[in-house]
Every structure is written in C-alpha cells, then in structure tokens.
C-alpha cells in the first residue's frame, strides 16, 4: 500500500470503513462498456484497467464474462481484500493493487480501456488535472476511457444532493458530484470527450435510496423499473441528460465512439435487474 498524502490516508480509511456494495449498477454501466469497447477494439487481447474497483465486482464481470486482462487500483486495502476474496470465490484470474493511482511509484503499463464506477468525482481541483494525465498517459492510442458517475448536470439534482446531510450520502469531505468544469479539464488532455445518459435511472435510484431497507417491496421497484423504461423510451435524447440520474463520461485521443444507443443492442441493457448482478 502506497497511500502518501495525509488526505489520502483518510480517504483509504473512510473507504475501509465503508467497503463498496455496489452490485446493482454494475449490469448498466458493463453493458455500455462492451457496448462501447468492443468495435474499435474487437479482436484483441484488451488490457483493461478499473479505477477505484472498490469490490472488484466490475473488474471481475469484465475479465470473467469478457476474457479481457483486468487490473483493479484502489486506495482502499481492505476494498482490495474484498476484491481479491471476491475474484478468488469466482475462480478468476485479475490483478488488484491497492494503492493511490496518483502515486508516483505506482508502475503501470498502458491499457487499451480504463473504466470506473463512481470514481472521478473522488478527485478535485489539482489532482483531477493529475488525474486527468495520468489517464492520459495510460490509454492507448487507440483505446479508450469510461466512466460512470452520478448526472450533476441537473441543478435540482445538485441542490438534493447537497442538501442531504454527507451521512445519508455515504460521503468524504473532499468529494463532489462529477461537475461540467472537470468535463473542461479532461478536454485539456483528450481530443474527444463526450457525455451520455442512456438511460433514465431515476425512480429507480429513488427507491434505492429512499425507501426504508426493511421493507423493501418487489412490486413499488418494478413499477419503478417500468417508470424509468417508459421515460428512457419516451424522452428525446435532448431531454434525458436533465432527468437521467447517471451519466457515462467517455473520452479518448480518437473520435469517441457512436452514440449510445439503447436500440442499438440487443438485450434491453437500460433495464439492469438485481438479477443480473454477480
Ligand atoms: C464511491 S467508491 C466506488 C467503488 C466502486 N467502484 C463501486 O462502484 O462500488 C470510490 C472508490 O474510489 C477509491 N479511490 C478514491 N481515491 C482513490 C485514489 N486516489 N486512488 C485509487 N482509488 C481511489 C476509493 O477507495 C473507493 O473504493
């Protein structure tokens, strides 16, 4: 573990803490990376590295079910443990490290896909522009960057969300929701950046959050489903990103992929289900 700030030090600790559950996301933003990787980079072996993999249940996913050559970084040691437990149960083979991505010492090659769940709103002011050329020195030419992080676009959104008390949010003090002035920043060492909201998850996220665990109701979350299916169908694509509670920001040195079209793939992806998950 090579954690070096003070601050880091306390971001591992409060991610030791709070060691990542995520699962029900992970169905949506996997398909959009397949979806988006696999034509510029079919047929390859893809080195793929996963920033901030928490519990490792999306670099699993994607060396499992995708055959791609996986590494997972995270500042958290004990998020690592999970992972390494979590890819050792599933009998797959992925490299996690647990460290600072921002550490100097840190020695990765180049990958041709990096992705992240939740992630880059970790990294703020400087150390999102040394974030930002980190990436960019660890991408391929050709390959390719995505990731997923909550829509800040929207300032109703903004304004619920900071509204809510840091602990209902699971959240650090150094955090704050993927905002269009980091969009600016990635634009200084990418030539494409661009922003999707495929999908609209916002009843859905609603019930997640908001309605009370124990009690959970199959019919209230399908009707929830239904409502977001309807909307993601409904909405032209101009009017989504304003509803859409996630967003995928991919950017790369090429032309960044074709639009993510929901129609263009073959399962109905926007309607992930806790039955997909790992
Ligand atoms: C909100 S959590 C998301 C975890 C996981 N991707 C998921 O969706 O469940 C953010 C993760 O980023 C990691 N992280 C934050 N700053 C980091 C850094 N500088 N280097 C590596 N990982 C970092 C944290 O330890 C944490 O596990």
Known sequence: MAAKS????????FYDRHLS???TLGPYFRKCVDFQILPSLRGRDIRV???????????????????FHVTGVDLSPKS???????AKLQDVGVTFIASDILDEHLDLPRFDVIVGHFVLHEFLGADFDRLAAFLAAHVEENGYCSFLENNSFNPVFRWIRAALPRSARVSHENEYPFDPARYAVLGLHFKSVRRDCPAVNLADRFYRQFWP????????HSAALTFDHAMTLALPASIRPWVSYFQIVSFAQQTVGQRLNPGAVRSPWWRYRAADNL
């Open 80 to 86: 690592i443990a999970l992972a390494r437990e979590n």
């Open 21 to 23: 559950a995520s699962t």
């Open 213 to 220: 665990h124990g009690v959970r109701l199959e019919a209230i």
């Open 49 to 67: 590295l996963e920033l901030g993999c928490g519990n490792g249940n999306l670099a699993t996913y994607l060396a499992r079910e995708r055959s």
């Open 6 to 13: 003070s601050f880091s030090k306390n971001v591992a600790s």
